[in-house]
């Protein structure tokens, strides 16, 4: 049974990628050319669909890792810890950008914070649960690799 602050964390997530798809009209944004950012978030979500097939049947929506899972740490996780929610990320703001809207740009910097707080909570019960995490997480990006 999925704790209340999983169930809370995920209703959450799942209110700001709906309201993402809201067509509100709050103020415009430009900025570079908007053909890339297409391009761009259409790679955020290669990378979320990536991370999904890799994380296979040990996925699920709440930060709590499931009894007998495994860490994954090559594939995409090689480069992220959380490759899901970077592909989320950067669909979110390239289609801010590319649409020119800064209601969705507002929305999607609400959920980088989100992400931000969630990571934390899961990446807490990530080092309890795994030994090997904390060396996992020296080395590897918590959203973009590391350089």
Not at 11 to 35: G, K, T
Not at 50 to 57: K, T, V
Request: net charge positive; glycine share 4%.
């Amino acid at each position: 049974m999925p704790k209340i602050k999983d169930i809370s964390l995920v209703a959450v997530q799942f209110l700001l990628i709906l309201a993402f798809f809201l067509d509100i009209q709050w103020f415009s944004i430009r900025f570079m050319e908007h053909f890339v950012w297409f391009y761009l978030g259409m790679l955020g979500v290669v990378i979320t669909v990536a991370a999904l097939l890799q994380m296979n049947f040990h996925l699920s929506p709440f930060p709590t890792p499931k009894p007998n899972s495994k860490l994954i740490t090559t594939g995409a996780y090689r480069l992220s810890r959380h490759p899901m929610y970077t592909g989320i990320l950067i669909f979110m703001f390239s289609f801010s950008f590319w649409l020119g809207d800064g209601y969705k740009l507002c929305v999607s910097l609400a959920i980088l914070v989100l992400f931000y707080y969630k990571t934390n909570y899961e990446e807490s019960l990530l080092e309890s649960m795994f030994d090997d995490y904390k060396a996992y997480k020296s080395k590897t990006g918590r959203f973009y690799p590391k350089f």
